[in-house]
């Protein structure tokens, strides 16, 4: 039984600790977190030179990142060492809602994977970017943005590009993402397509969701408004290599240390060098020799 001086003592401490925890649970809770995604070793370069580029432009929010049992140990373990969380799905072995909607659509397999970025429920709200993307310039502003925003798809610009959006990490949104995907499908067989149906009142709601092309330049390889792109192209934060303008399928001179495109123009060729500068520096140190001989020729 404590006498009534230790209980007096006591209060200042009670309080701090109290102070302590409001603290604690509130900075938890104020996480914000870039996610991205690798289901193979190709993608998991990408993933890391991702992550490298938003170190560079120093962002002040987590790196979380879900990957497949496609992803090597030793590639996983180099995505451990930039990412500060690395979350293992296991679409198909699982034995949850996401496997028993698997089994009515199995060719949602790789949808679903990215569907798990709304599970990372330790944060309050994240940034989704595709592994084929690469940061130019800090863009951290982008978490003053609601669900669900994002930039247009320069294919059809009704529709946003699932490539870079803003989200807030639900299960329960999660839940009801997977049970639309059983039900309804996707109108493309893939994420974009269901993202798009799921939050169709993006396209003609509220115009605050409408990120600028800044934010998810999706470079084609022909690039059909080439005006637009001398005028703007330094406002460039967020490049994205769709198809064939990925920069791990270009050809790279080891001795030069230069990237040559298969594809596209001179616009194209410095944002893969770009590229190529991050893993020569960042990633390549890295890799072991056995994995660097099979990626670089
Ligand atoms: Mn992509």
């Not at 330790?122 to 982008?142: G, I, M, R, S």
Request: charged letters at 20%; one cysteine or more.
């Amino acid at each position: 039984m404590s006498s009534p001086t230790a209980s007096r003592c006591d209060t200042p401490a009670l309080f701090r600790e109290t102070v302590w925890r409001t603290l604690t649970l509130t900075v938890v809770r104020t996480d914000n977190a870039w996610v991205t995604l690798a289901t193979n070793d190709s993608y998991s370069l990408g993933a890391l030179v991702l992550a490298h580029s938003l170190k560079t432009v120093k962002t002040a929010h987590k790196l979380a990142i879900l990957i497949t049992p496609g992803v090597t140990a030793p590639m996983k373990q180099q995505i451990e060492t930039v990412f500060d969380e690395v979350k293992v799905v296991d679409v198909l072995d699982s034995r949850d809602q996401t496997h028993l909607a698997l089994m009515c659509r199995p060719e949602l397999g790789v949808t679903f994977t990215k569907l798990h970025c709304w599970t990372f429920t330790n944060y309050d709200k994240c940034v989704f970017l595709d592994a084929d993307t690469l940061v130019l310039q800090n863009c951290d502003e982008l978490f003053e943005r609601e669900e669900l925003s994002a930039a247009p798809d320069p294919g059809w610009p009704d529709c946003f590009n699932s490539g870079v959006f803003v989200y807030k990490p639900s299960q329960d949104t999660f839940g009801q993402l997977l049970e639309f995907a059983r039900t309804k499908g996707s109108f493309d067989g893939g994420d974009q397509g269901l993202l798009n149906m799921f939050f169709k009142e993006w396209s003609n709601t509220d115009i605050s969701k409408h990120l600028s092309f800044t934010y998810n330049v999706v470079w084609s390889s022909t690039y059909s408004y080439l005006p637009a792109l001398k005028q703007f192209g330094q406002n460039m934060k967020i490049v994205h290599f769709i198809a064939s303008s990925k920069p791990w399928l270009q050809s790279f001179n080891t001795e030069t240390r230069l990237v040559t495109s298969t594809h596209g123009g001179s616009g194209l060729q410095e944002l893969l060098q770009l590229w190529w500068d991050l893993f020569c520096h960042h990633v390549h140190p890295g890799l072991s020799t056995e994995m660097v001989t099979y990626y670089t020729t």
